[in-house]
């Protein structure tokens, strides 16, 4: 069966980086769009970035220019660096991956998800 595996999150201060990590398996990962998304509390699960299967991305507005996703089709990994740091950026970060879409930036457009893992940017 598919699975996303989510790591690297963790408490950092504001203007700090990270690096999230989403290893997948059961899948053929060349064909999939891959995608990260975040909820915090009490909000929407929101897009932040995707990257297509030939490598091309797409960002949210909030993030565009501090976040960079990446992938690699031979470890079947798709990383997200963040950089400048904000609070705002607090979160559950989920990897998500999709085989058909309509939307690149539609959760309802990825068929499979992680379980998330949690960002906290103090200020």
């Known amino acids: 069966q598919v699975q996303l595996v989510e790591s690297g999150g963790g408490l950092v201060q504001a203007g700090g980086s990270l690096r999230l990590s989403c290893a997948a398996s059961?899948?053929?990962?060349?064909?999939?769009?891959m995608g990260w998304f975040r909820q915090a509390p009490g909000k929407e699960r929101e897009f932040v970035a995707t990257t297509r299967t030939a490598g091309s991305t797409s960002y949210a507005d909030s993030v565009n220019g501090r976040f960079t996703i990446s992938r690699d089709n031979a470890k079947s990994t798709v990383d997200l660096q963040m950089n400048s740091l904000k609070p705002e950026d607090t979160a559950v970060y989920y990897c998500?991956?999709?085989?058909?879409?309509?939307?690149?930036?539609?959760?309802?457009?990825?068929?499979?998800w992680g379980r998330g893992t949690q960002v906290t940017v103090s200020s």
């Open positions: 059961g899948l053929t990962f060349n064909n999939y769009l």
């Open positions: 998500a991956a999709s085989r058909h879409w309509l939307s690149l930036t539609q959760k309802d457009s990825y068929q499979y």
